[in-house]
């Protein structure tokens, strides 16, 4: 299974920015990021259903985690950026379990990972 990830990029403090993830199917999927130095971490989590949604405190209220096509694409939102937002993104998928609404918190739970993507917030 392949996700292809884009956007990403270089913006500014306060600025947005998105990133996209297309996978060739419908999964429960996550947004994580690793910044130089630091473990990799969650930022946000979508089901398979897509009813659930979760936010690690850092981004609540500033990114929203999304789908589009069909369910097949995945979308991360960024606003008011920080340079603390500033890593690599990843987005990892994992095949429908048992609770289509359960969402997935650890890196070591997803089966699937895209390329990654910068994300670089300038002060």
């Known amino acids: 299974v392949q996700l292809v990830e884009s956007g990403g990029g270089l913006v500014q403090a306060g600025g947005s920015l998105s990133v996209s993830c297309a996978a060739p199917g419908r999964y429960h999927m996550g947004w994580f990021r690793q910044a130089p130095g630091k473990e990799r971490e969650i930022v946000a989590g979508i089901s398979w259903s897509g009813g659930t949604t979760y936010y690690a405190d850092s981004v609540k209220g500033r990114f929203t985690i999304f789908r589009d096509n069909g369910g097949n694409t995945l979308y991360l939102r960024m606003d008011s950026l920080k340079p603390e937002d500033t890593a690599v993104y990843y987005c990892?998928?994992?095949?429908?379990?048992?609770?289509?609404?359960?969402?997935?918190?650890?890196?070591?739970?997803?089966?699937?990972w895209g390329q990654g993507t910068q994300v670089t917030v300038s002060s």
């Open positions: 990892a998928a994992k095949p429908r379990t048992y609770s289509s609404g359960s969402i997935y918190y650890r890196d070591y739970e997803y089966d699937y």
